[in-house]
Nanobody, 127 residues
Framework: QEHLVESGGGLVQPGGSLTVSCEAS??????????IGWFRQAPGKEREGIAC????????YYADAVKGRFTVSRDSAQNTVYLQMNSVEFEDTGVYYC??????????????????WGKGTPVTVSS
């Protein structure tokens, strides 16, 4: 069985930093063969894609709202992808989800039709 489990969410002050992790288990292939999408859902809003990390050396895309502040990375040896959040703002509050798709090359923000989803980890930006 394939699973994605997010962790690392919590309370952070405006301007602070937080790293959210997404650990994969039960995958047939290395995470190098998967594209990863990061999504978030703010209170009272629809879920939105914020970053897309391609398989292998493919391109990475970020939503304008997070560009320059958030960074996605992959550690295939640990079966984990990361979302590094810097200079967080009140508007970054929400539940953060990772999602995966085999052989996925990003052409923009991540598709909502990813194959596998985690259950999310909440991030609250508050002073």
């Amino acid at each position: 069985q394939e699973h994605l489990v997010e962790s690392g969410g919590g309370l952070v002050q405006p301007g602070g930093s937080l790293t959210v992790s997404c650990e994969a288990s039960g995958f047939t292939f290395s995470l190098d063969y998967y594209g990863i999408g990061w999504f978030r859902q703010a209170p009272g809003k629809e879920r939105e894609g914020i970053a897309c990390l391609s398989k292998g050396d493919g391109p990475t895309y970020y939503a304008d709202a997070v560009k320059g502040r958030f960074t996605v990375s992959r550690d295939s040896a640990q079966n984990t992808v990361y979302l590094q959040m810097n200079s967080v703002e009140f508007e970054d509050t929400g539940v953060y989800y990772c999602a995966a798709h085999r052989y996925y090359y990003c052409t923009g923000l991540p598709s909502p039709a990813m194959e596998l989803w985690g259950k999310g980890t909440p991030v609250t930006v508050s002073s």
